[in-house]
């Protein structure tokens, strides 16, 4: 799982974000959701780019209500940034990949 982003469900996500060493992206998404097909690439390759330094994850919110309820996710895509366990940085909707850098940039 390398350089991946990671599917998670409700059942996984304490163990892979909340209990995770170092810091993790968590991608809010949902199939019918057009600006989250359009960030989907970009987390992809940034999985790859910053494999062994940031773990990517997407958590589909149609599938997985109840995470999504947890952290209020009212928009999509939503990005939540955990460092040991705690949100440190919420994104909402797409971005240039530049922006989206620039934003993970400080959380490495």
């Known amino acids: ?10 059942a996984d996500f304490k163990r892979e974000v909340l209990e995770a060493q170092g810091p993790v992206v968590v991608d809010f998404t949902a199939n019918w959701c057009p600006p989250c097909r359009i960030i ?4 992809d390759a940034l999985a790859t780019e910053y494999e062994g330094r940031m773990k990517f994850t997407k958590i ?14 009212r928009s ?8 040991e366990g ?12 530049k922006r989206l850098e620039e934003e993970l940039r400080p959380h490495l």
């Open 1 to 10: 799982m390398a350089g991946e982003v990671i599917e998670l469900g409700d």
């Open 40 to 43: 989907s690439p970009m987390l």
């Open 86 to 97: 705690k949100v440190v940085k919420q994104l909402v909707g797409a971005m240039p990949r």
């Open 76 to 83: 999509l895509p939503t990005l939540l940034i955990f460092k």
């Open 60 to 73: 589909s919110t149609d599938d997985h209500m109840a995470t999504a309820q947890q952290y209020g996710i």
